[in-house]
Nanobody, 114 residues
Framework: QVQLVESGGGLVQPGGSLRLSCAAS????????AGWYRQGPGKEREMVAI??????LRYSDSVKGRFTISRDTTKNFYLQMNNLKPEDTAVYYC?????????WGQGTQVTVSS
């Protein structure tokens, strides 16, 4: 079992930056996929960025060049979001997957508005 806690959301103006953090309850990353997903108003949850156990990265087309996923060596991973746009407004969730097991955080709200 893995508990995940997100932090770092908030209100930011268009063009601004935020850094989201996800803290796991125990050491992960060996064999795990760690990722960020988001769900905007009236939309389905979508993948934002994933980092694989070997460090491979994958981003949605809508955030490429603006968002960066990273991790430390034990149990924390991050999403640096630059040049934020109003369409990035959503609840952001962190997720870790190990085989068939999938764990989610509670979500953190990101609102991009002037």
């Amino acid at each position: 079992q893995v508990q995940l806690v997100e932090s770092g959301g908030g209100l930011v103006q268009p063009g601004g930056s935020l850094r989201l953090s996800c803290a796991a309850s125990r050491v992960i990353f060996n064999g795990y996929f760690a990722g960020w997903y988001r769900q905007g108003p009236g939309k389905e949850r979508e993948m934002v960025a994933i980092i694989g156990p070997g460090g491979t990265l994958r981003y949605s087309d809508s955030v490429k060049g603006r968002f960066t996923i990273s991790r430390d060596t034990t149990k924390n991973f991050y999403l640096q979001m630059n040049n934020l746009k109003p369409e990035d407004t959503a609840v952001y969730y962190c997720n870790v997957k190990y085989g068939p097991q999938s764990y989610w955080g509670q979500g953190t709200q990101v609102t991009v508005s002037s």
